[in-house]
């Protein structure tokens, strides 16, 4: 007979294969224990073709070819996998079933070296169906959670977390749903009669709004809402002159003014936020925030998403968006339409607010919050007792992602909304990174090759996509620790953060290395060895959870093998990475690791201001689809694309990845910031020109940029 077409199931504890023993042209599929040493057994039961079985990574299904089809054409089924019968079968032990939340996702014979096929297949478990996006607080988190903490036992690392557990529970507010209590009444002061509105119609509380019964008050209208002081040549801006808003409500447009010079869209983007714009009404002792978008907006939807950010929660002024129909309502009896109104304020040129007379409104907001547990894991690698009182190092990468795409930082196109984001790259590259280092210097450790000076902690990190609050739940428990200063820094020594390292171009993005005088030569020293190109970023403020450490005196650097068109949709799957690449940066880091943990010195620490001007991002509403690389290997020559979205604006201009872009709209680009500032000041609609290098020729094309919102 023939056997061939092997394949293990996750656990290893069997495996499946294909064989003729039944019949020259009659192939079944039969299982035997990875060991050998029990009579296989028979799982199909059709005559003719059946071969090539295949597992899915979680073991729930099996996937294999077959003719049983009606015209005898082979075809792939796909059936349900039942582990406890298989084992059974095969008179396994009940026991290594492991019938929990769940079972099986990597094999439990690994290999202590650092492998690229061992790095697919934690990212393959994490970035599965079963984990569904690993939102923070799910339970495809939770599991993703329990599939790490088996791996840092696997490992023979020591629990770092709660209560003698690997893990770390912590509370949050995720996110914001309608109460049954909403309600937006607008009255006739003169005849009494009134008029409802209905909530999610015609108006929609905005996310941080105040909660509560406020009684009718009268309104004002006070253009876009903005007061930003004069600096330098920049004017000052104030919509409330000779306005009072004391306990009244206040109509606001939502942005900014249309028809003004970039450079003065720059200046007011900062003032121009819906929160700004609140805190603003709030201190002047408004009743409450009415935003209308207006007929030049160009907004996809008229009414604001209920859309929760948890890193900055709620706030105590009412506030809600309008459709530019219920605005109309409001302000019809003053004789201007909303045109007219913001025609008159697009040009820049501040205009009186005025109250509207003869109408009150009053409002019921009833939202209602959500509250989750998400959830660190933490093991420890020892130094051993004499050491205990050195502060470690910290290897983290965060474990969790975006779901089916339930929070604003979803970029999923609308045919892809609900679906799941994998987070492949985002980041189950890093964990997976994370997982081989752990089990690398593990087994150093473990047979007398790494005389540790100080414990390594590895860390899976929760809602970092919802604004690093697992990384900063763990540096407020330690901060409880002692009452001395910086004792964070007294703690940890070094944290080496791992974000996204799944599609190495030509060279590794490290950021941070300006956070200590160490980090060059250690970089240098350690990238030769693993045959790894490595960018150094002097920005300590990475938009991960580094910056947690970071800004509690603790040296850190951050890894990320760059930007791309996939990032936080359902297209960031396990098939697009580079493995060989992952196991480089692993490999890479691993020494780094090793390296900060042998030496008695702990790295000193440099403080940095950040780099990134304020507000350079507030009023980015335009949206041209590409991708800049954040290595910055164009230097100050313009700014590189590593890719551009299809169908967006920029691609549906001609736009290349690989395309430098030198200017945009008549700005001159040399950086991300020069960049970041030229897309705030486009106006959505305008077609403007934008500069590219290509193939050392100058491109000029014509792109009009698209809204966000």
């Keep these: 007979a023939m056997s061939w077409a092997p394949f293990f199931y996750p656990s290893g504890e069997y495996l499946i294969f294909t064989t003729n023993k039944h019949g020259f042209g009659n192939f079944e599929l039969y299982l035997v224990d990875a060991a050998g040493q029990r009579e296989p057994v028979r799982v199909t039961c059709t005559d003719g073709w059946d071969g090539l079985p295949v597992f899915s990574p979680d073991g729930k299904q099996l996937s294999w070819s077959s003719k049983r089809s009606t015209n005898k054409q082979a075809q792939l089924f796909i059936a349900s996998w039942n582990h406890a019968a298989a084992l059974e079968a095969l008179g396994l032990s009940a026991s290594s079933a492991r019938e929990t939340t769940h079972d099986a996702a990597a094999p439990v014979q690994t290999t202590a070296a650092i492998s690229a096929d061992e790095l697919r297949r934690h990212v393959e478990t994490l970035a599965s169906d079963r984990m569904e996006g690993r939102l923070t607080g799910s339970p495809g988190e939770r599991l993703a959670a329990e599939y790490v903490a088996d791996r840092f036992k696997q490992y023979g690392l020591e629990p770092a977390g709660t209560d003698g557990s690997c893990f770390q529970d912590f509370e949050f507010t995720f996110g914001v749903s309608l109460g049954n209590g909403n309600a937006l009444t607008l009255r006739d002061t003169a005849d009494g009669s009134s008029k409802s509105f209905k909530v999610d119609e015609d108006w929609r509380p905005l996310a941080f709004s105040g909660t509560g019964e406020f009684e009718p008050a009268g309104v004002v209208f006070a253009g876009y809402g903005i007061v930003a002081p004069a600096s330098g040549d920049d004017e000052g801006y104030d919509s409330f002159v000779h306005l009072d808003v004391t306990d009244k409500w206040v109509v606001v447009f939502r942005f900014l003014p249309e028809n003004i010079t970039a450079e003065r869209r720059q200046y007011l983007a900062r003032y121009s936020t819906l929160r700004y714009k609140a805190m603003v009404l709030r201190d002047k002792g408004a009743r409450g925030m009415i935003v209308v978008s207006g007929p030049n907006a160009q907004v996809k939807s008229q009414l604001m998403k209920l859309a929760f950010d948890a890193a900055l929660g709620g706030g105590s002024l009412p506030a809600i968006s309008v459709s530019d129909a219920v605005a109309e309502q409001l302000l019809g009896r003053t004789g201007k339409s909303l045109k007219t109104l913001q025609d008159e304020l697009d040009t820049g040129k501040p205009a009186m607010g005025f109250e509207v007379r003869g109408i009150t409104l009053a409002s019921t907001i009833d939202l209602k919050s959500e509250t989750r547990v998400?959830?660190?894991?933490?093991?420890?690698?020892?130094?051993?007792?004499?050491?205990?009182?050195?502060?470690?190092?910290?290897?983290?990468?965060?474990?969790?992602?975006?779901?089916?795409g339930e929070t604003s930082s979803s970029l999923a196109r609308d045919d892809e909304q609900g679906q799941i984001h994998y987070g492949a790259d985002d980041n189950a590259s890093g964990v997976a990174s994370m997982l081989e280092i752990a089990e690398y210097l593990a087994d150093a450790s473990r047979n007398g090759h790494l005389p540790l000076e100080r414990d390594i902690i590895f860390a899976a990190w929760s809602g970092e996509e919802l604004g690093l609050l697992g990384s900063n739940h763990y540096c407020e428990e330690l901060d409880k620790l002692t009452p001395e200063e910086h004792n964070i820094a007294a703690r940890i020594a070094a944290c080496v953060?791992?974000?996204?390292?799944?599609?190495?171009?030509?060279?590794?993005?490290?950021?941070?290395?300006?956070?200590?005088?160490?980090?060059?030569?250690?970089?240098?020293?350690?990238?030769?060895?693993?045959?790894?190109?490595?960018?150094?970023?002097?920005?300590?403020?990475?938009?991960?959870?580094?910056?947690?450490?970071y800004t509690n005196g603790v040296p850190s650097v951050s890894a990320f093998t760059g930007a791309h068109a996939d990032y936080h949709t359902p297209r960031d799957t396990a098939d697009k990475l580079d493995y060989d690449g992952v196991r480089k940066v692993t490999h890479f880091l691993a020494l780094l690791t090793r390296s900060l943990g042998v030496h008695d010195a702990a790295p000193d620490y440099i403080k940095v201001e950040r780099k990134r001007p304020e507000g350079a991002r507030a009023g980015m509403r335009a949206y041209l689809g590409t991708v800049p690389d954040y290595t910055g290997a164009s230097g100050s020559d313009g700014v590189k694309l590593t890719d551009v979205t299809a169908g967006a604006p920029a691609a549906e201009a001609g736009v290349l990845a690989g395309d430098v872009v030198v200017e945009l709209a008549g700005t001159k680009i040399e950086n991300l910031y020069d960049y970041s500032y030229a897309i705030g000041a486009l106006k959505i609609g305008e077609e403007v020109s934008i500069v590219v290098m290509r193939d050392g020729k100058r491109v000029e094309l014509a792109v009009t940029p698209a809204s966000r919102d």
Excluded at 386 to 399: F, K, M, S, Y
Excluded at 522 to 548: H, K, N, Q
């Design 374 to 404: 998400g959830r660190n894991v933490l093991g420890r690698l020892s130094a051993g007792p004499d050491h205990r009182e050195q502060p470690a190092v910290l290897v983290g990468a965060h474990l969790d992602h975006l779901g089916r």
């Design 497 to 549: 953060n791992i974000d996204m390292v799944g599609r190495l171009r030509d060279k590794l993005l490290l950021s941070g290395v300006n956070s200590s005088s160490v980090w060059p030569r250690e970089v240098e020293r350690r990238a030769v060895p693993a045959g790894l190109a490595v960018a150094p970023v002097e920005d300590a403020y990475a938009p991960s959870d580094s910056t947690s450490f």
